[in-house]
């Protein structure tokens, strides 16, 4: 089947220069004789008329250009329409395309797009609200809050931000529910994850698999604060994967499980794939299989 690629190119993502990125999408999707169209992406996440285009005209794939952000956005308005997703990064963090193996740089992002392969690949639930690769309560989340409001992003502002809440974090207390068992905690944060890590390529889930039918769960409990580093580093970049039971005792806890519940009753700040989430005090977590098709690099399964 003919190929057809609508881009959707995130105006005020990044800071790479938009003008330059289209010439090289032109340039290149031309020379393979690919049709294609670029558009904007939207705002306020209504992409109907996109859908509408994709029945239409038979497109194949949709190209998001942007941070994780905007691929959260544009997967959950289009997923339905079983189309390919390729991504060209240009956020802050870029978590899902690194974990698919798609480089930063839009040359070979764009490369990726034209040779990798689709793979259906996992999706998750934060109460009603969609989720690609991360969904985090407490430290990270008020880093992510603060984020969103700098006139200035990039990975200077998030490194900056993330070492000046470093030094104030406090824990939250949680109860969690998964895998048949039932668990209070107090934690610096809670990160479920989908993809393997946080963006930047800082792993905060080695052991993630997009596609696997199953989130990771890493809860860095209340420990003293040199430690804290200390112990991620050691504990969760080492992918040591435990059963609940086994590592209550343990500063760090990681287990893997298809849903779970959270309360939140100190309203510790949460995230969804980098972006700031209203808080809510219960949540619960599932995840949805094989949800949507991504192209991931060829070396990557």
């Known amino acids: ?94 978590g899902l395309a690194l974990a698919a193996g798609i480089p930063k740089a839009s040359a070979k992002a764009l490369e990726v797009v034209f040779t990798g392969k689709a793979i259906l690949t996992d999706g998750f639930m934060v109460n009603d609200d969609f989720a690609c690769m991360l969904c985090g309560l407490g430290f990270d989340a008020q880093v992510a809050h603060e984020f969103a409001d700098q006139p200035k992003r990039g990975l200077g502002t998030y490194a900056s931000l993330t070492t000046r809440h470093f030094f104030s974090a406090r824990p939250y207390p949680f109860r969690i529910i998964a895998n048949k068992l039932e668990f209070t905690t107090e934690a610096y944060f809670l990160s479920v994850a989908n993809s393997n890590q946080f963006g930047n390529n800082f792993t905060i889930a080695p052991q993630a698999i997009l596609s696997d039918g199953l989130l990771d769960v890493v809860i ?46 100190a309203e510790a700040p949460i995230h969804i794939d980098g972006e700031p989430w209203v808080c809510q005090r219960q949540l619960h977590i599932r995840v949805l299989p094989q949800f949507f098709k991504l192209i991931h690099a060829a070396n990557v399964s």
Not at 63 to 90: E, K, R, S, W, Y
Not at 225 to 241: F, S
């Open 220 to 265: 860095v409990k209340k420990i003293a604060k040199p430690l804290l580093l200390l112990t991620v580093l050691r504990q969760v970049l080492a992918g040591r994967i435990k059963r609940i039971e086994n590592s209550m005792n343990s500063p760090v806890i990681y287990f893997q499980t298809d849903e779970l519940f959270i309360s939140n009753p």
């Open 1 to 94: 089947m003919q190929r057809k690629i609508i881009y959707l190119i995130n105006p005020i993502s990044g800071t790479k220069g938009k003008s330059s990125l289209k010439e090289l999408i032109a340039r290149e999707t031309q020379k393979r004789q690919i049709p294609f169209e670029i558009l904007p992406t939207a705002a306020d996440g209504n992409y109907d008329l996109v859908k509408e285009k994709i029945l239409a005209e038979q497109v194949t794939d949709v190209v998001i250009c942007g941070g994780d952000g905007t691929v959260n956005q544009v997967v959950n308005a289009l997923a339905a329409t079983a189309v390919q997703f390729g991504i060209i990064p240009m956020g802050s963090g870029n």
